[in-house]
């Protein structure tokens, strides 16, 4: 079972950015589907990217609609990192967020799969 540690979050102005990095162990990274999350004060946890493993579709991205165009996932494989760049942060998009791995975009979507310890995103109004 693969383990995630995620980080980069904190305290950002609205209109700004910040760049999550999700690092998993094991030597089969590159085999995994990957995902963000994020859950709320008082709501559920909800789907935010994914990509898929890049053995299967190439690294094929999919979003939440809320976030196209803002946020961007991306891998590297040889470090064992997912990415997560969010631009144009909104106070909505406050929440902690969570690194998610599983065999495909399906699963991962479902949440389905192993999960990190989470990062704080605070957006200031």
């Known amino acids: 079972q693969v383990q995630l540690v995620e980080s980069g979050g904190g305290l950002v102005q609205a209109g700004g950015s910040l760049r999550l990095s999700c690092a998993a162990s094991g030597r089969t990274f590159s085999s995994y589907a990957m995902g963000w999350f994020r859950q709320a004060p008082g709501k559920e946890r909800e789907f935010v990217a994914a990509i898929s493993a890049i053995s299967w579709s190439g690294g094929s991205t999919y979003y939440a609609d809320f976030v196209k165009g803002r946020f961007t996932i991306s891998r590297d494989n040889a470090k064992n990192t997912v990415y997560l760049q969010m631009n144009s942060l909104k106070p909505e998009d406050t929440a902690v967020y969570y690194c998610?791995?599983?065999?495909?975009?399906?699963?991962?979507?479902?949440?389905?799969?192993?999960w990190g310890q989470g990062t704080q995103v605070t957006v200031s109004s």
């Open positions: 998610n791995a599983d065999q495909s975009v399906r699963t991962v979507r479902a949440g389905l799969g192993s």
